[in-house]
């Protein structure tokens, strides 16, 4: 599935257009809109890392490199969406699906000092991308082998194949993924269009993402299942869209963005930690919800990147690991110590306050919904 959007300016989506006058925008107009920057509490998140030295692939439609939030940070990638074949460095994006992921991962905001527009998860981690196709890419596959082969440390794929069971050539890209120390995260699908966690996210190792509302409550868009690992906020989240606009979005594929720019967070932090153990980090420090321990719609928990950022987290067991996620017994127990101790010791919890949505300002008397359903062998998620 694709992401489902709000516009915040004019912008093309597909073949359909949807025109609203652009706003002239106050400072911070965009980062006030910005909920999860409160939510996820990342200005003290940010305290202990901003992702420096890590490389995120963005598996997606392309990263528009030119988005003032993005400007240096986006490395040439390729594009592999032709029957595999690789071209070009990634840097088309007409759809816009894979500028807004890359923006959430690794958005540093602009203007003075970076306080307007997206500011990512990890803003200070490099984006690789590899673009698989405009319109639902056929190019999971070697755009992972692509990725592992250039060195990243995370792969985000916000999307999924969910008409084609487990291809014998993505469930290999995974597998050669994992075993280069990679951390995976896949986007765990939308209601209604899936209806069980897609692949890549259902394949065990895989952070399989859900979504939660403004509140840290499942998300209704939200796929649930035996194989979701971790949840993340996925409604309402301001992104950056190419040509120097910006988009509201709701879906997994925002979820799946913020994790993985938490693992780029903790690679950077703790860098000789391997893949599993970072994995293991957030998932020993996510928040609770729902039924205690593991459960279907929130895996291990809410993200909290803060705690995951500084615990004393003892080593992953074979009851605690991800890679067995249909386990109930919970990660091991983290210690804490007061506010303010050093980033080996556990600082205060992630604040759960959030900044005010704010709406845009349309000139017309209605305003359109837009809905594009596009149907393919294999489809987007966001």
């Known amino acids: 599935m694709r992401l489902r959007t709000r516009l915040l300016a004019g912008i093309a989506v597909s073949s359909l257009l949807l025109l609203l006058t652009p706003v002239a925008a106050d400072a911070d107009s965009i980062r006030n809109r910005e909920w999860i920057v409160a939510a996820l509490n990342l200005t003290k998140a940010h305290h202990y890392s901003e992702g420096s030295g890590v490389v995120v692939a963005v598996v997606d439609s392309g990263v528009d490199p030119t ?5 240096g940070n986006v490395l040439a990638g390729a594009d592999v969406s032709s029957s595999g074949t690789v071209s070009g ?4 994006d007409s759809l816009g699906h894979g ?10 905001g602009h203007g003075p000092g970076h306080a307007d527009g997206v500011l990512g998860i990890a803003p200070k981690a490099k984006i690789l991308p590899v673009k698989d196709g405009e319109s639902f890419g056929f190019g999971i596959a070697p755009a992972i082998r692509w990725a592992i082969s250039h060195k990243a440390k ?13 291809p014998p050539d993505l469930e290999q890209a995974v597998e050669a993924a994992e075993k280069a120390d990679i951390v ?12 069980s966690v897609a692949y890549p996210a259902a394949y065990p190792g895989v952070v399989a993402a859900a979504g939660t509302d403004e509140h840290g409550n ?5 796929v649930t299942g035996p194989q979701i690992v971790l949840a993340a906020p996925a409604t309402d989240i301001v992104q950056p869209y190419p040509n120097h606009k910006y988009s509201v979005g709701t879906g997994t594929s925002l979820s799946t963005a913020i994790i993985a720019g938490a693992a780029a967070l903790i690679r950077s932090q703790f860098p000789t930690l391997s893949a599993t153990e970072v994995v293991h980090r957030l998932t020993a420090t996510a928040t609770d919800k729902g039924a205690p321990g593991r459960d279907d ?11 995951a950022l500084t615990a004393n987290v003892p080593p992953a067991t074979t009851s605690s690991s991800p890679s067995a996620p249909t386990t109930t017994t919970p990660p091991a127990a983290v210690t804490t110590t007061p506010a303010g101790s ?11 306050s959030r900044a005010p949505i704010g709406v845009i300002a349309a000139v017309a008397a209605v305003l359109a919904v837009l809905a594009v359903w596009l149907v393919s062998r294999r489809r987007r998620m966001s």
Do not use: F, R, W
Not at 99 to 108: D, E, L, M, Q, R
Not at 218 to 222: G, I, Q, R, T, Y
């Open 297 to 307: 719609e929130y895996g291990y928990g809410l993200i909290n990147i803060v705690a």
């Open 184 to 195: 995976v995260v896949a986007g765990a699908g939308n209601e209604p269009l899936s209806t």
């Open 154 to 166: 995370v792969i985000c794929i916000a999307q999924g194949d969910l008409l084609s069971g487990s």
């Open 218 to 222: 499942h998300a209704a868009v939200s």
């Open 342 to 352: 050093p980033p080996s010791a556990v600082a205060a919890a992630q604040s759960s």
């Open 67 to 71: 988005h003032a939030d993005l400007a």
């Open 89 to 92: 460095n990634g840097h088309q």
């Open 99 to 108: 500028t807004g992921i890359a923006g959430i991962v690794a958005g540093h």
